[in-house]
């Protein structure tokens, strides 16, 4: 059973409007939450985290929210720009191994100009 | 600095073939890993190796063996292939003391006839 879940496979947003992807979790000793960005044809690429101590973090245009209560995420992209087109994924990792990464299915942003 | 390096990028295999995935990493980074991607299913983690000479199985490691050959390499093998082990896989290294990150090889793309 997935403990990471991305309920949206897909998003679309115009250019210059917020973008919100958001992520599920089951595993209440996950204590640290990342957000990769992939393109076609290369690996993921970090782009923000957010630990269990906080429920922020910012940079630049993108922002992580973690609502620990209701084991949610979410990722905003503000403003967004063509060039965010790509599949984002979250990942968790846990107190009790931080080697084991585990992963949502993505969701797949599409900006439109 | 090539970051993280794998190879082939592709790959066509028997079924009943063996094949061995090869993963380099220049930023002496203790921890290597190998995760496998599958539509709808995300990153899973197949196998891990938290420093040289150690190795450890993640979500999915039936079919497959692993070699931390020194402190830059880390190979996956598949003794006997099968189409169920067609996907796309990815190495990933993690910096010393680093929790919330990642660094991603750009991929093998593997398929068994």
């Known amino acids: 059973d997935q403990q990471v879940k991305q309920n949206s496979p897909s998003l679309s947003v115009q250019e210059g409007r917020i973008s919100i992807l958001n992520c599920d979790y089951t595993n209440s000793m996950f204590d640290y939450f990342l957000w990769y960005k992939k393109y076609p044809a290369e690996g993921p690429t970090f782009l923000i985290s957010?630990?269990?101590?906080?429920d922020k973090n910012e940079d630049g245009r993108f922002t992580v929210f973690l609502n620990k209560s209701a084991k949610h995420l979410s990722l905003h992209i503000v403003p967004s720009q063509p060039g965010d087109s790509a599949v984002y994924f979250c990942a968790a990792s846990g107190q009790d191994n931080f080697n084991k990464f585990y992963f949502g299915s993505g969701t797949k942003l599409n900006v439109k100009p | 600095n090539a970051g993280v390096t794998q190879t082939p990028k592709f790959q066509v295999l028997k079924t009943g073939q063996s094949m061995t995935l090869q993963c380099a990493q220049d930023?002496?980074?203790?921890?290597m890993y190998w995760y496998r991607q599958d539509p709808g299913m995300g990153l899973r983690l197949i196998y891990y190796s938290a420093s040289e000479g150690t190795t450890d199985k993640g979500e999915v490691p039936n079919g497959y063996n692993v070699s931390r050959l020194n402190k830059r390499e880390f190979s996956l093998r598949l003794e006997s292939a099968a189409p169920s082990q067609t996907s796309v896989y990815f190495c990933a290294t993690r910096p010393p003391g680093r929790q919330d990150t990642q660094y991603f090889g750009p991929g093998t793309r593997l398929t068994v006839l």
């Open positions: 957010i630990s269990s101590i906080k």
């Open positions: 930023m002496n980074h203790n921890s």
